[in-house]
T-cell receptor
Framework: GESVGLHLPTLSVQEGDNSIINCAYS??????FIWYKQESGKGPQFIID?????DKRQGQRVTVLLNKTVKHLSLQIAATQPGDSAVYFC????????????FGKGTLLTVNP | DAEITQSPRHKITETGRQVTLACHQT?????MFWYRQDLGHGLRLIHY???????NKGEVSDGYSVSRSNTEDLPLTLESAASSQTSVYFC????????????FGPGTRLLVL
């Protein structure tokens, strides 16, 4: 079936390093993607999104890259800080006139001081 | 500021009881969603609504129901709570535009004994 998955379930980095979190998707019709951050005990928080007509989108310290050829999405966090420690997961909209999202299971990012 | 709230934040109930979880948003979003989040499964869609009087089943709708009598609220009812429904429940909303992000509430942690 169609699904969104993650390559790495856990990622540990040093404070100040750059972090890269990956996501693979299988639905070639997906044309809208979102990255969420979820801290312990809180709801998912929107970080950044990208539409399929783009390859790259930058926000504040975050960059999302989309490679439609291999159906791969990544989130890059520059100068990772302890406050970035959380679970990150990607979500996709499978195209067409629907508003539903399919979510990956998440990657736990731990930032070591 | 506009927001999305859930209540209660924590609930303990007994098997067989009816439970209703509240979700209220002040963004005037047409689309509202209920998810449950369990370890190993990520976010799974229970029910969703695209507007007043509209409700639809998600992938794990058995044992749950929703009603949409106004734009702001989408209460989730567990008709007869079961231990398998112990989970964290998140409500989300999005604008009535295709390919728009969903914004999440803080979650309700439900324990069914």
């Amino acid at each position: 079936g169609e699904s969104v998955g993650l390559h790495l379930p856990t990622l540990s980095v040093q404070e100040g390093d750059n972090s890269i979190i990956n996501c693979a998707y299988s639905n070639s019709a997906s044309d809208y993607f979102i990255w969420y951050k979820q801290e312990s005990g809180k709801g998912p928080q929107f970080i950044i999104d990208i539409r399929s007509n783009m390859d790259k989108r930058q926000g504040q310290r975050v960059t999302v890259l989309l490679n439609k050829t291999v159906k791969h999405l990544s989130l890059q966090i520059a100068a990772t800080q302890p406050g970035d420690s959380a679970v990150y997961f990607c979500a996709e909209n499978s195209g067409g006139s629907n508003y539903k999202l399919t979510f990956g299971k998440g990657t736990l990012l731990t930032v070591n001081p | 500021d506009a927001e999305i709230t859930q209540s209660p934040r924590h609930k303990i109930t007994e098997t067989g009881r009816q439970v209703t979880l509240a979700c209220h948003q002040t963004w005037n979003h047409n689309n509202m969603f209920w998810y449950r989040q369990d370890l190993g499964h990520g976010l799974r869609l229970i029910h969703y609504s695209y507007g007043v009087q509209d409700t639809n089943k998600g992938e794990v709708s058995d044992g749950y129901s929703v009603s949409r009598s106004n734009t702001e609220d989408l209460p989730l009812t567990l008709e007869s709570a079961a231990s398998s429904q112990t989970s964290v429940y998140f409500c989300a909303s999005s604008e009535n535009l295709v390919k728009e992000t969903q914004y999440f509430g803080p979650g309700t942690r439900l324990l069914v004994l």
